[in-house]
């Protein structure tokens, strides 16, 4: 079977939710995307789990690609925050969840666990797959329970860092200050205004030739905040997560 042929359960893995398709080699969706909530406590297994029950919903496919959120490195898990805290986001960490994510090669388990191939890296990479054009320096931002970050120059993808553990205003990270939390107190207005800060701040870091702005809070933007960001913002539909499922097997 040519890699043209072949069929990619793609999951994007949330704080708050897990979505999952199927899409052929041209990214073509087979199904609609599904969505259960992501189940706490939730060790690795558990999302195993979890990934085995997406599936059984959906058509058969000859590989996966899985983004979830944190440091992972060539498909092990640094760090991954929600997923070590005992009800998820904003909760107490667990000790015992802690142990059991830190060094967990989520995709050797998960290719075991289906018996196909398998592709996990971090979600803002599996999203930007879906979205860079492949030229000049392509900053890419995810909005959801916090911030997803991955850059790419020429096409290539750069390594991995977490920009949401960065200070901001001196108390705060970037994954508390513009995360749904804080969006749910503040308002979408005012939260707007963070991420209109947030990138003019930024901006001068990274000079960036496009910074595409996608999660599923993008779409929360205020209208009139929008027009404030710059022609070289970009946002973009939520589906990224799932339709870089096949392309992040290009970038990988």
């Excluded at 959801?144 to 993808?157: E, I, N, P, V």
Aim: charge should be neutral.
């Amino acid at each position: 079977m040519t890699t043209s042929e072949m069929m990619t359960l793609a999951i994007d893995c949330g704080g708050l939710s897990l979505k999952a398709s199927v899409l052929d080699g041209a990214g073509t969706l087979h199904s609609q995307p599904i969505k259960i909530p992501t189940p706490y406590p939730l060790s690795p297994k558990r999302l195993i789990e979890a990934f085995d029950e997406l599936a059984a919903s959906l058509p058969a496919f000859d590989r996966l690609t899985i983004g979830m959120p944190g440091m992972i490195r060539h498909g092990v898990v640094v760090h991954t925050p929600h997923y070590i805290n005992t009800k998820g986001p904003l909760t107490k960490v667990d000790p015992e969840l802690l142990e059991l994510w830190r060094g967990f090669d989520m995709q050797s388990a998960v290719s075991k666990y289906f018996n196909k191939p398998a592709l996990v890296m971090n979600d803002a990479e599996v999203h930007a797959a879906g979205l860079i054009s492949g030229s000049g320096l392509e900053v890419v931002i995810t909005l959801g329970t916090g911030l997803g970050f991955c850059m790419f120059d020429g096409g290539k993808l750069a390594p991995h860092f977490e920009l949401s553990h960065a200070p901001v205003r001196r108390s705060t990270s970037y994954d508390t200050w513009i995360g749904e939390h804080e969006r749910r107190r503040l308002g979408d207005m005012f939260w707007s205004r963070r991420i209109q800060s947030m990138v003019d701040d930024l901006r001068p870091v990274f000079w960036w030739d496009r910074l595409y702005i996608g999660g599923g809070n993008s779409r929360r933007i205020r209208p009139e905040i929008l027009k404030t960001l710059g022609d070289d913002v970009v946002i973009v539909s939520n589906t990224a997560g799932i339709l870089g499922g096949v392309r992040a097997w290009e970038i990988k």
